[in-house]
């Protein structure tokens, strides 16, 4: 009797097939791994800050009325009536929660902020490198008024937009657009010669060379500028909802400061703390996913 031979052909498909479906699994389970440990790690150094402060100031070592810790600051959450004094936020948002109306409006102003400011930026950044003339005559203005802090426009966004959202969207605006645009231009002179030369070659014109090799091509550089000034935009919203604007996370410290409640000033610092420490996180999410191709260095 004659054994009939093995199907080669179909058990390497099936081969091929079983490790196609692994690989999703494998990916899974390796972010998953990664962000437990992250995770691990986040709430070890947060329990060991608290711990000390806690620690510090049940030896005595520490003014509770000036400094309290954060098991009583914590508590003033509870109380949230003293949040409307004056009144925080545009409108409620989630159940009888007011803490997350003031979070869900400094938000807004930071996200709209940016992202106006991060398209502006890039299309002024490459229509100064693409047109000569627009770059000499607009350049030496963003130079001079990139040094100029964020928090110095204030004023005039308040005399301009009244007391509002469009306000605080504005100083965020100045506080990334003149930085990102001489980031932009930067970047661009940067690129790779060779690229250019290589897409002239096979036929590209200027403005296939501007949409296809150079705004890839600076993509990377503008998100590290972006993030590194997010903080910068950050506060600064924060600094004009504590000035003029009186609504907002920023709104909250000055609430806690004129009724001289340092519980209150401090669960509002820790908000501003929790959600720009997540507002950071899910920037760096968004990084990694656009700019796939870019590893971290292992040292």
Not at 24 to 36: D, G, I, T, Y
Not at 149 to 155: H, K, L, M
Not at 267 to 277: D, S, T, W
Request: aromatic share 10%; charged share 10%.
């Amino acid at each position: 009797m004659l054994k009939s031979k093995p199907n080669l052909v179909a058990d390497t498909d099936s081969l091929a097939v079983q490790a196609s479906q692994s690989k999703p699994r494998s990916k899974l389970r390796n972010n998953l791994k990664e962000f437990v440990i992250n995770t691990g790690w986040w709430i070890l150094s947060i329990g060991l800050f608290i711990g000390i402060w806690e620690l510090l100031t049940l030896m005595g070592l520490v003014n509770t009325l000036i400094l309290p810790p954060p098991h009583q600051f914590l508590a003033e959450i509870g109380n949230q009536q003293q949040f409307l004094t004056p009144r925080i936020g545009v409108e409620r948002t989630g159940a009888n929660f007011v803490a997350l109306t003031a979070i869900a409006a400094t938000l807004k102003r930071v996200l709209i902020g940016i992202s106006l400011g991060f398209v502006a930026a890039l299309v002024f950044g490459c229509l100064a490198s693409y047109f000569n003339i627009f770059g000499k005559l607009t350049l030496p203005v963003i130079t001079l008024l990139a040094p100029i802090a964020p928090v110095a426009w204030i004023p005039l966004a308040i005399l301009a937009f009244g007391i509002g959202d469009n306000a605080a969207i504005f100083v965020v605006f100045v506080g990334i657009f003149f930085i990102l645009t001489l980031g932009t231009i930067n970047s661009i002179n940067k690129v790779e010669q060779i690229y250019i030369n290589t897409a002239r070659v096979l036929g590209a014109n200027r403005s296939q060379v501007m949409r296809h090799i150079i705004i890839p091509a600076i993509i990377p550089d503008l998100f590290v500028i972006l993030r590194m000034n997010l903080f910068g935009a950050w506060m600064a919203v924060l600094a004009a909802e504590m000035v003029g604007v009186n609504t907002g996370l920023g709104a909250i410290v000055m609430v806690g400061r004129q009724m001289f409640n340092a519980r209150l000033m401090f669960l509002g610092m820790a908000m501003i703390g929790v959600v720009g420490y997540l507002l950071d996180t899910g920037f760096a999410q968004i990084q990694k996913r656009v700019l796939w191709w870019k590893s971290n260095a292992q040292i």
